[in-house]
C-alpha cells in the first residue's frame, strides 16, 4: 500500500497483484492487514477532541436502487446522541449515490475541508461527505487500477476498499446494510451473506465494531429513484408528511443497531416522530452550505422537469416481480446516474410513486411509476424500459422482509 500510495508500484504491478486475490483469494488475517494497510495510507481522523455529542457511528450500504436511508438514519442517529461523520460516495452504473442525491442541494458542499467536517458534526451531529484526498488514497489508485482491470468483484478487494474509507474516519462503530436481490450488487443470498460475515468480521480485526443486516433489494426502496426527487422523499419521511413503511422499516432496524454498539440508550422511532432529527438535517444542510429553508420549502429548491409521464402497464393486473436493476438503469438512461465515472449527471429526473411487488397497476390510473425527464421522447423510452421491467399476473407474490438476516461476527 505504502507503493501504491507513493507511486513505486506501476500500474502493471498493482494490477498483477489485484489479479492474484481475484483468482486465488485471501485469508482473514491477510483481509484484515489489507484494510489496515489501506486505512493508514492517509490521515486518520481524530475525534477525541473535537467536541462530538457522543461516539462517533456511521453505515454503510452496499448499494441499491431508491436507496435514501442514510439521508434519514445520519440525523436519526445524530438525534439520539450519536456523532455521525459520513463518507459516502457518487453513483456508478444502476445503483445511485448518496452525495448525488445530496448535491441536487442548492449550495450543499460534498467535499469540505476537515475542519468544516468537525465544525458540522460537532454542530449538527451528523455530516454527510464525499472522501478527502486525505482519507486512504490508497484505495482510489487501487479502485481505478481494478475498474480497468476487471478485478472489481472480489470480495477481499471490496471489504477492504469499503473498510479502509470507514476505519480513516475514526469511528467506534459501523452497521452494514448489505442489499440482496435484483437490483443489488450481491443478487443471491449466500454471496450476501459472505460480503456480509467478511465486513464484520475484518472490521473487528482492525478493532472496529460492527454489525450487518442483509436487506431486500427486489424492489424499489421507498417510492423515488433519481436524485432529488429521492431527497424529496427523505424530507417528507423526516418531517411527517408521508414515508414508505419498508423505507422506514429498514431505517430504523440500522438505526436500533448501530445505537447498541454505541451504548446509546435512545428510540430512533422517538427521534424520527419528535422532528428532532428533522432539525439535525436541517442544520447539517445549513452547515455545509445548503439552504436553511430546505424543510420548509423543499420545491423552491430543488431541482425539476417539466416533463413528468405515467408509465402505463400493458396489462392491469398485480406485480409480482420487478427487475430492480432495470429500473436504476432506466433512471442511467434518462441521465440520473453515470454509466463511467466521468459522467456528469442530471439531479431533477428520475421516477416517483414507483409500484411495488403486490400492488395492482393498470392502463389507466395505476401507473408502474411517473417519469420525470427533460424531454417526451426521453420519457417514453423511460416507459419502455419499465413496462419491460415489470411483471404484471394475476397473483400476488409471497410478502419478502425488506430485513432478511442479522448477522454479528464470528471472531472472537
Given at each position: 500500500?505504502?507503493?501504491?500510495?507513493?507511486?513505486?508500484?506501476?500500474?502493471?504491478?498493482?494490477?498483477?497483484?489485484?489479479?492474484?486475490?481475484?483468482?486465488?483469494?485471501?485469508?482473514?488475517?491477510?483481509?484484515?492487514?489489507?484494510?489496515?494497510?489501506m486505512m493508514r495510507s492517509g490521515e486518520v481522523l481524530d475525534w477525541s477532541e473535537a467536541g462530538l455529542p457522543g461516539p462517533a457511528l456511521d453505515k454503510h450500504s452496499t448499494g441499491g436502487v431508491g436507496d435514501k436511508v442514510s439521508l434519514l438514519l445520519a440525523p436519526i442517529v445524530a438525534a439520539c446522541g450519536g456523532a455521525v461523520p459520513m463518507v459516502s460516495g457518487?453513483?456508478?452504473?444502476?445503483?445511485?449515490?448518496?452525495?448525488?442525491?445530496?448535491?441536487?442541494?442548492?449550495?450543499?458542499?460534498?467535499t469540505p475541508g476537515i475542519d468544516r467536517l468537525r465544525a458540522v458534526v460537532a454542530d449538527a451531529?451528523?455530516?454527510?461527505?464525499?472522501?478527502?484526498?486525505?482519507?486512504?488514497?490508497?484505495?482510489?489508485?487501487?479502485?481505478?487500477?481494478?475498474?480497468?482491470?476487471?478485478?472489481v468483484e472480489s470480495i477481499p478487494l471490496i471489504v477492504a476498499s469499503i473498510l479502509s474509507k470507514k476505519l480513516a474516519a475514526g469511528l467506534d462503530a459501523l452497521v452494514m446494510d448489505v442489499k440482496v436481490g435484483s437490483g443489488?450488487?450481491?443478487?443471491?443470498?449466500?454471496?450476501?451473506r459472505e460480503l456480509a460475515g467478511a465486513i464484520?468480521?475484518?472490521?473487528?480485526?482492525?478493532a472496529l465494531p460492527a454489525r450487518a443486516l442483509i436487506t431486500d433489494?427486489?424492489?424499489?426502496?421507498?417510492?423515488?429513484?433519481?436524485?432529488?426527487?429521492?431527497?424529496?422523499e427523505a424530507i417528507d419521511a423526516l418531517t411527517g408528511a408521508e414515508a414508505d413503511?419498508?423505507?422506514?422499516?429498514?431505517?430504523?432496524?440500522?438505526?436500533?443497531?448501530?445505537?447498541?454498539?454505541?451504548?446509546?440508550?435512545?428510540?430512533?422511532?422517538?427521534?424520527?416522530?419528535?422532528?428532532?432529527?428533522?432539525?439535525?438535517?436541517?442544520?447539517?444542510?445549513?452547515?455545509?452550505?445548503?439552504?436553511?429553508?430546505?424543510?420548509?420549502?423543499?420545491?423552491?429548491?430543488?431541482?425539476?422537469?417539466?416533463?413528468?409521464?405515467?408509465?402505463?402497464a400493458d396489462r392491469e393486473g398485480i406485480v409480482t416481480a420487478i427487475d430492480v436493476?432495470?429500473?436504476?438503469l432506466a433512471v442511467v438512461e434518462l441521465g440520473g446516474g453515470r454509466r463511467i465515472e466521468a459522467d456528469g449527471v442530471d439531479h431533477a429526473v428520475g421516477l416517483s410513486e414507483v409500484a411495488a411487488p403486490g400492488e395492482r397497476v393498470g392502463r389507466d390510473d395505476r401507473p408502474l411509476a411517473i417519469v420525470h425527464a427533460r424531454d417526451a421522447t426521453a420519457a417514453e423510452r423511460a416507459a419502455g424500459a419499465l413496462r419491460a421491467a415489470f411483471t404484471v399476473g394475476d397473483e400476488p407474490p409471497a410478502d419478502v422482509p425488506v430485513v432478511r438476516e442479522r448477522l454479528e461476527p464470528r471472531a472472537a
Amino acid at each position: 500500500m505504502r507503493g501504491l500510495t507513493n507511486g513505486t508500484l506501476s500500474d502493471a504491478q498493482v494490477g498483477a497483484f489485484a489479479m492474484a486475490v481475484v483468482l486465488k483469494g485471501m485469508t482473514a488475517e491477510e483481509r484484515v492487514a489489507l484494510t489496515g494497510a489501506m486505512m493508514r495510507s492517509g490521515e486518520v481522523l481524530d475525534w477525541s477532541e473535537a467536541g462530538l455529542p457522543g461516539p462517533a457511528l456511521d453505515k454503510h450500504s452496499t448499494g441499491g436502487v431508491g436507496d435514501k436511508v442514510s439521508l434519514l438514519l445520519a440525523p436519526i442517529v445524530a438525534a439520539c446522541g450519536g456523532a455521525v461523520p459520513m463518507v459516502s460516495g457518487r453513483g456508478l452504473g444502476h445503483t445511485g449515490g448518496t452525495l448525488d442525491k445530496l448535491e441536487s442541494i442548492p449550495g450543499y458542499v460534498a467535499t469540505p475541508g476537515i475542519d468544516r467536517l468537525r465544525a458540522v458534526v460537532a454542530d449538527a451531529g451528523c455530516a454527510i461527505v464525499g472522501q478527502t484526498g486525505d482519507l486512504a488514497p490508497a484505495d482510489r489508485r487501487l479502485y481505478a487500477i481494478r475498474d480497468a482491470t476487471a478485478t472489481v468483484e472480489s470480495i477481499p478487494l471490496i471489504v477492504a476498499s469499503i473498510l479502509s474509507k470507514k476505519l480513516a474516519a475514526g469511528l467506534d462503530a459501523l452497521v452494514m446494510d448489505v442489499k440482496v436481490g435484483s437490483g443489488a450488487f450481491m443478487e443471491d443470498l449466500g454471496h450476501a451473506r459472505e460480503l456480509a460475515g467478511a465486513i464484520v468480521d475484518t472490521a473487528l480485526g482492525n478493532a472496529l465494531p460492527a454489525r450487518a443486516l442483509i436487506t431486500d433489494m427486489d424492489r424499489v426502496l421507498g417510492r423515488t429513484a433519481g436524485n432529488a426527487l429521492e431527497v424529496r422523499e427523505a424530507i417528507d419521511a423526516l418531517t411527517g408528511a408521508e414515508a414508505d413503511p419498508r423505507l422506514l422499516a429498514v431505517t430504523l432496524e440500522l438505526s436500533r443497531e448501530l445505537l447498541a454498539l454505541g451504548r446509546l440508550d435512545a428510540d430512533p422511532a422517538a427521534a424520527l416522530r419528535s422532528g428532532a432529527a428533522a432539525e439535525r438535517f436541517a442544520r447539517m444542510v445549513a452547515g455545509l452550505g445548503g439552504p436553511a429553508d430546505l424543510l420548509e420549502a423543499p420545491d423552491r429548491h430543488l431541482p425539476a422537469t417539466s416533463v413528468a409521464v405515467a408509465a402505463l402497464a400493458d396489462r392491469e393486473g398485480i406485480v409480482t416481480a420487478i427487475d430492480v436493476r432495470a429500473i436504476g438503469l432506466a433512471v442511467v438512461e434518462l441521465g440520473g446516474g453515470r454509466r463511467i465515472e466521468a459522467d456528469g449527471v442530471d439531479h431533477a429526473v428520475g421516477l416517483s410513486e414507483v409500484a411495488a411487488p403486490g400492488e395492482r397497476v393498470g392502463r389507466d390510473d395505476r401507473p408502474l411509476a411517473i417519469v420525470h425527464a427533460r424531454d417526451a421522447t426521453a420519457a417514453e423510452r423511460a416507459a419502455g424500459a419499465l413496462r419491460a421491467a415489470f411483471t404484471v399476473g394475476d397473483e400476488p407474490p409471497a410478502d419478502v422482509p425488506v430485513v432478511r438476516e442479522r448477522l454479528e461476527p464470528r471472531a472472537a
